[in-house]
Every structure is written in C-alpha cells, then in structure tokens.
C-alpha cells in the first residue's frame, strides 16, 4: 500500500476537480509551490497511485453508445487469461477493461455507433475467449454519473450531481474537434500550445475549440485515474436488476446512492441488468454496511436480483470512440428516422 500524506491527498482532490487546471493554481490551493506540486505528482504516477489524466467525452454527444459486456471464465492459468485480456485490451473500440473477482471475471466496457458495429465487436471479443466463457452478460449504458474520489472528507450532500455522461443530441463537429477530442483523451494535461503545434494551426483556435467542446457538454471532465487500492480501498461492482418501477423511483434510488460517500459510479441502462454502481470501501465491513443501507433500510423493495464484483484491476481507460476523425456516424435509427422526415414532407408538399 502507497503511503501518502494531506498534501498529496488535497492536490489529488484538486485534479479530481479538473485535472487540466494549472500546477500553479493548484499550488496555492494547497500551500505549496508549483515545482513541489508538479514532483508530488509526478512521485504520486511513480508509486502507481496516479495511473493517468483523461478526459471523460460524452459520447452520445458523437453518435455512440457504450455498451458493457460481463464474462465469467473457467479455470484459467494467468498467463493464459493475461495474454487473452491482452488482446482485448488492443482493441480499438474497447474504451474501459477490468478484471474482476465474484459473479463475473472481466467488465469490457465497448464504444459502438450501431448494434451491428457492437455485435461485430462482441463477436470478435467472445471469439478471443472462445472456449473459456462460461456465462456473459450485458449492459448499455444510458448516463452515468462518476461521483469524486474518497479522498479527503467523506460526507455528500444528496444534491452533489458529480460528472454526468450519455446525454444530448449528436453534435456536429469538425475535424480538427475530432483531433483535439482523440489528443486529450490519451492525456488531458496537454497544453493549448502542445495541441496547437502537433495538429500544426494557432492556439487561439485550439483554445475556441477546447471551450466550446467543453461548453456544449462533448468534455464532460478532465479526470485523474486514481488506483485507490494502492491507498487501502477495495473497488466494489454491484449490477442491479430492478423490478417495474416509475421514473420518479428510479431517480429517488439514483440520488440516494449518488448521496452515500462510498458510492464511485451510478450507470442508469436496459440489458441483464439496469443499474451499475460502484464503491471504494475500506474493508468487508463497510461493504456490508453500504448494503445495508440500500437493502433492509431504504430501496430493497425496488430490487429484483443484484450481482456483486469486486474490481482487482484495471487495464484500459479511454474515452474517445475508435475511428472517430470526422463527421458522426449515424445508427440506423437515426437514418431511418432522417428518411422518414424527408419523406413526410415530400408528402405533405
């Protein structure tokens, strides 16, 4: 386990704000200068705590959608399931890869513009486990929320909305949006001047373009990948497969696992199951305790079944959809519906 002090926790709490904000503002948020910020951070990637810097795209805001594929494996050597996850892990549309241990033993977390792109992905990911799949399942995500890291002070206030992703309508954007977007997801921390070089126009284009990325809600955040294990927290998994209940409900329960200061992520969306939440506990006990609070106490008549993973580690985080270097692709659905609109007013003229 990382030993870290307050310091390295508050300036953790501060990239968790925006990641892309300036060390020299960080510093004097924390009291500290911003050559010692700039090597706290730099010690915090050297010991395994900060694994990256991104940048969370909504993706529906591009015509995609994410779509989460659960599998449980037999028996297998870890050399054998490393090299298979590794292939995995290459492929383009695969944005989000974990391994876990209990109901299930990877979560691959896929960006597609259509169901026939997805099966075509699935297919190709379940022909690389070809014989060591036992049971899968899946998961397409309609928003999510990431709430903040456990990093300084636990308590929330219920209405604390954190970063929401899967909303809007398809933007249309231009190439260089599209350059940007794909630099920043591999590093949020790349400067205005960087960008400006490397895609060969002038920063202040590249800063109109970054802003109104961010306005028009296509950047929902610059986020740090903090490996809390590394600070003594278990990563927790629960999928829940809720019973008919109306939309008012499902917000209340929403908003109420948003409010416990365990809770990491909350993914609303149809599959085998309807509900995704993570946590960070300290240890078994404060598991049992978030599951009290939901069960016995508040929402267990709302809940069907539930599945429970625990996160051992993460392999792949990258927001930006694969091929994406232009226009949006559009689903079938979006063809059809364009179609029928075109014919409709033909009709109507």
């Known amino acids: 386990m990382a030993i870290i002090d307050l310091k390295d926790r508050r300036i953790l709490a501060e990239l968790d704000k925006d990641a892309r904000q300036p060390y020299s503002r960080i510093a004097k948020k924390v009291g500290l200068s911003q050559q010692v910020v700039s090597y706290r951070v730099q010690r915090l990637r050297d010991n395994g705590v900060l694994t990256g810097l991104v940048t969370f795209i909504n993706l529906e805001r591009l015509g995609y959608r994410t779509f989460n594929i659960c599998l449980e494996f037999k028996h297998m050597t870890t050399d054998h399931k490393n090299n298979l996850i590794e292939q995995v892990r290459k492929i383009p549309h ?12 990877l979560v691959i977390g ?17 022909k690389i486990f070809e014989h060591e799949i036992v049971n899968d399942g899946m998961f397409i995500c309609l928003d999510a929320h990431q709430m903040p890291y456990p990093l300084l ?41 960087e960008l400006a070089r490397k895609l060969k126009t002038d920063i202040r284009t590249v800063s109109l373009h ?41 917000r209340q329960f929403t908003s109420f696992l948003k409010s416990l200061p365990e809770t990491f992520f909350v993914v609303n969306g149809v599959g085998n199951w309807n509900m995704q939440v993570e946590f960070y506990c300290k240890d078994d006990a404060e598991y049992g305790d978030v599951m009290t609070r939901i069960f016995p106490e508040r929402f267990h008549g709302i809940i069907k079944s539930k599945h429970e993973l625990r996160i051992m580690k993460e392999h792949k985080c990258n927001w930006y959809p694969a091929g994406k270097v232009e226009e949006p692709l559009q689903t079938s659905l979006d063809m059809w519906a364009r179609k029928k609109i075109v014919l409709t007013r033909k009709l109507e003229g």
């Open 94 to 105: 695969v944005q989000w890869l974990a391994s876990t241990i209990g109901a299930y033993n």
């Open 110 to 126: 896929v960006n597609s513009a259509d169901m026939l792109q997805f099966q075509h992905i699935f297919n190709t990911i379940t």
């Open 153 to 193: 002070d636990r308590k929330r206030e219920i209405s604390e909305d954190g970063t929401k992703v899967g909303v809007g309508e398809v933007a249309k954007l231009q190439r260089l949006d599209y350059s940007i977007l794909q630099e920043l997801a591999q590093d949020c921390r790349v400067t205005n001047n």
């Open 210 to 250: 970054v802003d109104n990325l961010h306005r028009d809600n296509i950047i929902s955040a610059f986020k740090p990948l903090i490996d809390m294990t590394k600070l003594g927290y278990q990563w927790h998994l629960v999928l829940f497969k809720l019973k008919y209940v109306d939309p008012v409900t499902t």
